[in-house]
Structure formats: structure tokens, C-alpha cells
């Protein structure tokens, strides 16, 4: 359909041209875009269309623009995916062949163009996936953009809820989108590893459809276990470090689990479309994959799973920077049993027995403030410093020793949501929260100042209110209370363990939400 066609049923454009940079928009994609569109939003912006749909035209603005709501709407399905796999059978771009969002409506209407149909852009058609609890659809409507603008503002295309009456576009005073606005990708260039193996080498077939550097590591070296712990999986391999066998193994076992409902990792899961893909099992039980956010494999970042394959962490770094920084000792992750101690660059052939060759490593103690900088990153703004013995002198009870080491380390800081306590603010925020619920002559609620009582020290975005249980003497053995006034849920460890189980999915109650499609948690600092 032309504009002139089109602009009959909904309304002209405004004389304005929107201006976009189509080359560096479809270069960064990785996608031509289809020809309609594009004229459509030369025309007409950013718009309101029919009072009901909102298309998505690329721009720039102090909110984050286009590429934030690209980010948040193809984040969202890959989250609603994970959960029911089999009623949203869709890949979600950038995963090769992906759904691509081009508008959603004031309702429960989202429109995407299925990229897998063609090569030829112009022949997409759109899926339309409704979103009204408890029922959730998917049509496909064979139609470019501007036909099927025109059959919903017209009332020839039916999704279950009524337009208003149609008045005209509504543009929204956005920037156009330059080359400069548009975001690099991110990618993981291969780290050389230098492997002694102990013994004659297990070679294998010549990997393909992983990343360059995994294929040259297990090309060179062939598979077996790594540093006698992790054991290393290729094409062709024998039993046990065959990739596509181990695999189908782990992913059956981790499928099931979620269809009996058990919670497991919040992803996709090979061979579901953009489902994680394996590569590396550690001798604990925890495991290695890849997940595939594009076409290019070698911007596959590496997550990983704990052994119950419900704890999960993506790391910025594919696996051979991921293994070059784990055998120097310097990530000490929480969803490894491992702790951070360098370990031996020697393969174990899978005829090998490491146990019979080498002594294992030498575990150290954990550090909870380095697992939750493998999380967060490292601090940007160097040490801060605070009149520890003044505040516990105010508040009458010493602190815990990891609550002080993050101030020390961050400054003031909000983690996915987590709002954690300044020190200097303790006081008058314990008082104002328990102001604020009531408990002032609450008897059963001991709180501070009574003895072993509760003690703010963070307030989270969905507004719940964390707090320390005082009970135990030693502040370094508070536990974690929240939702008080309610179900009063307790974790049995500090502050910041609280806060890695939440980060992690570990925490069978969720304080904020985040899945492995998100490339971190939001920061406040």
C-alpha cells in the first residue's frame, strides 16, 4: 500500500521529512529493513497511529531512544519466551531469523516482522502477539506494515480489543537517529591459550557453528579436562565430551525440569530457538554455554550454569577470555563451587586420569565482595571513606563488615533495583520506614533499638523493605528479612550474599528481575 493510500485511513503525515540514517541503522541490525517502512517513517516520525499504535521508527532521545526500546521489547519476549517455550516458539533478534518489533499498541498488542520468512525484507509478514492475562496469542497476519496499520485503524483486522474513534497521527517530538547514536556491539575476540597436554592429544572433528576461538582451542589441543576439572567438549568426541551428545543431555534434563515446574536458568535452551548452547562441564556439575544474541558467534557471550541449572551469571567474555581469566585465579564467581585460585594450563586426555597425575588445586576462601564485582564490575570511583565508629556509635550497634567494604569500595550505590542504605542515612531511614508501617507500638514486631531487633538497610524498586535481623551479637552473622509485614521472607546470610542470590536467580523469592538476554544488571551510583 502507498502513503497516499494509506494516509486515507489514518491521516496525513506532517510536512516535516524525518530525516534517518538508514545505512548505520541497517549495518548495526545486521538487516535491510523493508522498503515501506522506511518511506513510512521519512513521513511520519515517531507516531501515534488511529489513537492506538505506536510505531517504532527509529530516534534519538535523553531516554535512551530507539535502541532502548528495541532492547526492553526483544528483552521482554526472550523473558516471556523462557517461561513457555512452547506457546512462544519464535526466535527474537538479534538471534539469526529472529522476530524484530516495528510497533505495540496502547492495549496488549505487539507487532513484529518475522525475518526468517525471507531474505527479500519486502516480504516479511508480521506476527501479532496479544498479551491480555490469562491468554496470550499469536497471529500471523501475511501483510506488510502499512496494509496492516490500515486493516486495524479501518476494523478489517480484529485482535479483541476496540480502537477509539480515529483521529489523527500523533507525532512525538523526537530526534531523528544519526550513525554517531548508534551503540557498538559487543564482541569477544579469542584469547591465545598455551595448553600443556598430558599426554597424546584427542582430536576431533573441525568444529562449526561455534565461535572462531572455541573451534581453534579444541582444533589445537583437542577436548579433555581442563585444568582436571572442567572438561572441554568437541564434535565427534568420545563418550562424555561429545558436544552434541553431552548437549542433548544436559538440555533434556534441564527442559523437563522446567515442563514438571522446577525453576531453572530464565533462558531459552538449545535446541529452542536462541536457547543456550553448551560447551564445557565442570567435574561439580556446574556447566559452560554460549548464548547466541546474533548471528555472529563471535559476539556469544559465555553463561554459566550452578550444578542445579538454576543459578546462572553471563560473563562479558567469550570462552577463551573466560578460561584465560579462570585458570589465572582471577574470577571468583558465585555460581562456581570453585573458588579463585590460579590452577594448572594442562588438558587431561579423556583416557587420562587427572586425579593420578597432579594434586588438585589448593581452594582459598571466598570473597563475596569479588563475586559480586563479577557481577556489578569493578568500582569506577576509587576508595570512599566513612566515620564507621560515629555511625555504630548513633545507631548503637557495630555494622557488617561486608555493608561496610561495599561503601568503602562503591560509594552510594543501587543494584538492578536494590536500593541499599547510605551509612549516614541509617538512622533517620530505619525510623522513617518504621514510622511509615506502623510498628511503633507494634509488641510483636521487635524492631531497633529493642534488643536483637530489625534494622533497615535497603528499599528495592518493587518497594519492599530489607532489613537485618540483630539477633545474633555478631553483625557479620545477620540475616536478611523482607516482606515483613506480609509472608516475612528470611535469607540465611548477609547483605550482599542477598543481593548475588537475586542477581543470580538463586532466591526463590525474587527481589528484582533480570534473565541471561539482559548484559547486566541497571547500576546506581
Known amino acids: 500500500m502507498d502513503l497516499a493510500s494509506l494516509a486515507t485511513v489514518i491521516g496525513p503525515p506532517t510536512p516535516a521529512a524525518f530525516s534517518i540514517d538508514w545505512p548505520g541503522l541497517e549495518q548495526w541490525l545486521g538487516l535491510r529493513l523493508p522498503d515501506d517502512y522506511k518511506e513510512f517513517a521519512e513521513r511520519y516520525g515517531p507516531v501515534l497511529v488511529g489513537e492506538w499504535i505506536w510505531v517504532v521508527v527509529p530516534h534519538h532521545s535523553d531516554r535512551g531512544g530507539y535502541f532502548r526500546q528495541l532492547d526492553q521489547r526483544q528483552g521482554l519476549q526472550r523473558s516471556i519466551r523462557a517461561g513457555d517455550p512452547p506457546s512462544h516458539p519464535f526466535a527474537f533478534h538479534p538471534e539469526p531469523g529472529g522476530l524484530l518489533v516495528w510497533g505495540e499498541s496502547r492495549g496488549s498488542e505487539y507487532y513484529f516482522w518475522d525475518t526468517s520468512v525471507s531474505a527479500d525484507p519486502n516480504d516479511w509478514p508480521t506476527r501479532v502477539f496479544t498479551q491480555s492475562w490469562p491468554d496470550e496469542k499469536w497471529r500471523l497476519v501475511d501483510a506488510p506494515l502499512t496494509e496492516v496499520l490500515a486493516a486495524r485503524v479501518s476494523g478489517g483486522l480484529d485482535l479483541g480489543e476496540a480502537l477509539p474513534a480515529v483521529s489523527p497521527p500523533y507525532a512525538w517530538n523526537f530526534a531523528p537517529l544519526v550513525l554517531k547514536d548508534v551503540p557498538e556491539r559487543a564482541s569477544f575476540p579469542g584469547v591465545p591459550l598455551a595448553l600443556e597436554v598430558a599426554g597424546q592429544a584427542a582430536r576431533v572433528e573441525a568444529a562449526t557453528g561455534v565461535p572462531d ?184 550497634l557495630r555494622l557488617p563488615r561486608d555493608y561496610k567494604r561495599l561503601f568503602e569500595v562503591y560509594g552510594s550505590i543501587g543494584i538492578n533495583g536494590i536500593m541499599i542504605g547510605h551509612p549516614e542515612e541509617l538512622q533517620g531511614r530505619h525510623e522513617e520506614e518504621v514510622e511509615y508501617l506502623g510498628w511503633e507500638e507494634d509488641e510483636a514486631m521487635a524492631v531497633h533499638p529493642a534488643s536483637g531487633g530489625l534494622l533497615w538497610c535497603a528499599n528495592t524498586e518493587g518497594r519492599d523493605c530489607i532489613w537485618w535481623d540483630t539477633g545474633d551479637p555478631d553483625p557479620d552473622r545477620w540475616t536478611m528479612v523482607w516482606d515483613v509485614e506480609f509472608d516475612r521472607r528470611t535469607f540465611p546470610g548477609t547483605l550482599i550474599e542477598l543481593v548475588i542470590a537475586d542477581l543470580t536467580s538463586r532466591l526463590a523469592s525474587p527481589l528484582t528481575a533480570l534473565d541471561p538476554s539482559s548484559d547486566g544488571p541497571m547500576m546506581w551510583f
Open 213 to 396: 576461538d572455541y573451534a581453534a582451542l579444541v582444533g589445537e589441543y583437542g577436548v579433555g579436562r581442563l585444568a582436571g576439572v572442567l572438561r572441554l567438549l568437541g564434535p565427534g568426541a568420545p563418550e562424555g565430551f561429545d558436544l552434541a551428545a553431552e548437549e542433548a543431555v544436559v538440555s533434556e534434563r534441564l527442559r523437563s525440569r522446567r515442563a514438571a515446574g522446577e525453576r531453572v536458568v530464565p533462558s531459552p535452551i538449545a535446541p529452542e530457538p536462541g536457547g543456550l548452547r553448551l560447551w564445557g562441564v565442570f567435574d561439580g556439575g556446574e556447566t559452560c554455554w554460549w548464548l547466541p544474541v546474533s548471528a555472529e558467534s563471535a559476539e556469544w557471550p559465555v553463561v554459566l550454569l550452578d550444578a542445579d541449572g538454576l543459578g546462572w551469571q553471563r560473563l562479558p567474555y567469550g570462552a577463551t577470555g573466560f578460561l584465560d581469566r579462570w585458570l589465572d585465579g582471577r574470577l571468583d564467581l558465585p555460581v562456581l563451587s570453585l573458588s579463585a585460585v590460579p590452577r594448572a594450563r594442562v588438558l587431561f586426555p579423556p583416557v587420562v586420569d587427572p586425579a593420578a597425575s597432579t594434586a588438585p588445586a589448593e581452594e582459598a576462601p571466598r570473597d563475596v565482595l569479588a563475586q559480586l564485582a563479577s557481577i556489578i564490575g569493578e568500582s569506577r570511583t576509587g576508595g570512599h571513606t566513612y566515620d564507621w565508629p560515629g555511625i555504630e556509635r548513633s545507631l548503637g
